[in-house]
């Protein structure tokens, strides 16, 4: 059975809201204003026809994007809003940093989306599956763990797109039956570093054929499931004008362009300050432009990561001392005695916020916090715990650093009263 409803708005997760009688109903890849044949699946939905066209629906310049209306297939979910023009996702993610803030009754200066250009995301993780003597390699469908057989890409950088086919040949080595390969590729000075988990133990013949099919073919190294199985050289990043050897399947700031406008941010912020913690600082993005002026403390739980931070500021010239602290900090937040040894702080927690960081903050005398967030909606929870504590909200900057999908990520700069 299918029904005709109407789109009102578009949700945080890129999504199409009708609001009817039994609730809200989310159909991807529609439009406010759209009238759509759908097909429900509880509180979800598969569009099967657009009835009538929002004005502003635009064909997706991707081949992969879904749905393929009718036919019970979806496109790839690697993106979400391809069926507007790009400025218009940009203003999208602008007014779901907007919404979020308003439901916390926070007002301050929203300043316009900074947003990466096409094809800029060094970081990619692919999936892969056999099917038979097939393999499936590509990313998710919306919604779904069916994965889509990508032959291209607009949103990762060109030295990747370039890669699919080499990495369709390793996933078909790598891959085992009723098991999903995940292969995390990242773009670095020295190659590719390609992370694998889920191919199990990898036979000697087959790491054979692994070394024979990656010679030559610009990749620095391949770990799976933890062993080396490829390494021409080490994999070498520029963060934060520092060179860091990343760990494998490291986490970071996905485009380098976006990185740059997060830092600025921040560095602005921070300047004139003395002594800086960076909270979950990863692999140091901001604890190296906060060091080129102040004394850092950089706290992160992932040892890898924080290892190669740590290396990374041993062979660095340019920076004040940098000083490194393994810490839950989701469990065990620095405490307000902690906090008094420092002028400024990063925060840039992952998506769920720290909402125990952010009180233990209120509970401070620091005065000034630059909060980096890829979430608008726990961003306004601990935003709003940070001014009810006597932080003046300054300005929110949101960032397009995941181009054609939903995530928004913003920065906030707060100041004592």
């Known amino acids: 059975m299918s029904d005709i409803v109407d789109i009102d708005r578009i949700g945080h997760r890129g999504d199409g809201v ?3 009688p039994e609730g809200p109903l989310f159909v991807p890849y529609t439009l406010a204003g759209e009238r759509v044949r759908v097909e429900r699946r509880g509180r979800r939905a598969e569009a099967v026809e657009i009835v009538e066209a929002a004005p502003g629906r635009v064909t997706a310049p991707c081949p992969h994007f ?3 209306l009718g036919a019970h297939q979806g496109g790839c979910g690697g993106c979400a809003l391809q069926m507007l023009p790009i400025e218009e996702t940009r203003l999208l993610k602008r007014r779901f940093v907007v919404d979020a803030l ?6 301050t200066e929203i300043r316009p989306t900074f947003g990466a250009p096409f094809g800029a ?11 038979g003597r097939k393999i499936l390699f590509g990313f998710h469908e919306r919604g779904s763990r069916r994965i889509v057989d990508l032959t291209t890409c607009l949103v990762v950088r060109p030295t990747i797109v370039s890669a699919l086919p080499l990495l369709r040949r390793l996933a078909q080595i790598l891959a085992r039956p009723k098991r999903e390969l995940r292969l995390t590729v990242l ?6 570093d390609i992370a694998g988990e889920g191919a199990g133990a990898v036979p000697a013949a087959s790491a054979a ?6 010679a030559g073919q610009g ?4 770990v799976v499931d933890g062993d080396i199985l490829f390494q021409l050289e080490e994999p ?9 050897s990343p760990p494998p399947g490291a986490f970071l700031q996905a485009c380098r362009e976006s990185e740059a406008a997060m830092g600025r941010l921040v560095a602005e912020h921070c300047a004139g300050a003395k002594r800086v913690a960076d909270l979950f600082s990863g692999l140091g993005t901001f604890s190296f432009i906060a060091g080129r002026t102040a004394r850092v403390t950089a706290v992160e739980a992932e040892g890898a990561a924080l290892a190669a931070l740590a290396n990374a500021v041993r062979g660095a010239e340019g920076l004040k001392p940098v000083e490194t602290l393994a810490r839950d900090l989701l469990r065990f937040p620095l405490a307000p005695n902690e906090l008094s040894r420092f002028d400024a702080v990063i925060l840039d927690p992952p998506w769920d916020g720290a909402r125990a960081q952010a009180e233990s903050l209120a509970a401070s005398k620091v005065a000034r916090i630059a909060f980096v967030s890829c979430n608008p909606a726990s961003l306004a929870r601990d935003l709003r715990i940070l001014v009810d504590g006597g932080y003046r909200l300054k300005s929110v900057t949101p960032i397009d650093q995941f181009v054609y999908s939903a995530e928004t990520e913003a920065v906030a700069l707060l100041e004592r009263e």
């Open 219 to 222: 990749v620095a190294r391949l």
């Open 102 to 107: 308003a439901k916390s009754g926070l007002e």
């Open 18 to 20: 009708a609001e009817t």
């Open 66 to 68: 879904g749905p393929r």
């Open 187 to 192: 773009e670095t000075r020295s190659g590719l």
């Open 236 to 244: 070498q990043l520029e963060v934060g004008g520092v060179n860091v």
């Open 121 to 131: 995301r060094r970081r990619a993780v692919f999936s892969a599956t056999l099917a």
């Open 209 to 214: 054929r692994i070394a024979e099919l990656l």
